[in-house]
T-cell receptor, first 112, second 112 residues
Framework: GQQVMQIPQYQHVQEGEDFTTYCNSS?????IQWYKQRPGGHPVFLIQ?????EVKKQKRLTFQFGEAKKNSSLHITATQTTDVGTYFCADSGGTSYGKLTFGQGTILTVHP | NAGVTQTPKFQVLKTGQSMTLQCAQD?????MSWYRQDPGMGLRLIHYSVGAGITDQGEVPNGYNVSRSTTEDFPLRLLSAAPSQTSVYFCASSYQEGRPQHFGDGTRLSIL
């Protein structure tokens, strides 16, 4: 079935450094959703990307969808301690439309 | 609005016991789903429902049953608990398949 690979699995940064997580698939992604899960919490929806080459921004967060729709990325500029958590990408398409397939997640630690 | 409510928050079971994890949403969402979250494996879909009376299997359905008699409720039943079912379980809902999902706070389940 559809597989979504997310890298890196862990990322440790100093506060103020930038952070990027990547989401890749060997097949074309239908659309990508990004979620954030704080430690001990539940996933919270951040954004959805649908169009090839799409770029969306939310304050310090920049989300991109690849031209071939086989990859996506989330970039955080100047991390803060409040950015700590696990970031997941999820594809909601392919052969099983509507069923989200999640990547393994990237655990971000921010050192003050 | 309470959103998605899961009960209980924590549960310890013995191998072979059965139990039901409760999930209710007050947003009149048609689509509801159950995920399990294990370290390093992201969120994996167990079962989902596109409306009252309609359910289907996800990626890891074995050992679990669901039913959807009302729009609001989507309980998950463990028929005979096994240690491999130790996990964090999340219920989620959205107004339509493929749309951003709203997650409950999760149930942390340990099987001894």
């Amino acid at each position: 079935g559809q597989q979504v690979m997310q890298i890196p699995q862990y990322q440790h940064v100093q506060e103020g450094e930038d952070f990027t997580t990547y989401c890749n698939s060997s097949t074309t992604l239908s659309n990508i959703q990004w979620y954030k899960q704080r430690p001990g919490g539940h996933p919270v929806f951040l954004i959805q990307l649908v169009k090839s080459g799409e770029v969306k921004k939310q304050k310090r967060l920049t989300f991109q969808f690849g031209e071939a729709k086989k990859n996506s990325s989330l970039h955080i500029t100047a991390t803060q301690t409040t950015d700590v958590g696990t970031y997941f990408c999820a594809d909601s398409g392919g052969t099983s439309y509507g069923k989200l397939t999640f990547g393994q997640g990237t655990i971000l630690t921010v050192h003050p | 609005n309470a959103g998605v409510t899961q009960t209980p928050k924590f549960q310890v079971l013995k191998t072979g016991q059965s139990m039901t994890l409760q999930c209710a949403q007050d947003m009149n969402h048609e689509y509801m789903s159950w995920y399990r979250q294990d370290p390093g494996m992201g969120l994996r879909l167990i079962h989902y429902s596109v409306g009252a009376g309609i359910t289907d299997q996800g990626e890891v359905p074995n050992g679990y049953n669901v039913s959807r008699s009302t729009t609001e409720d989507f309980p998950l039943r463990l028929l005979s608990a096994a240690p491999s079912q130790t996990s964090v379980y999340f219920c989620a809902s959205s107004y339509q398949e493929g749309r951003p999902q709203h997650f409950g706070d999760g149930t942390r389940l340990s099987i001894l």
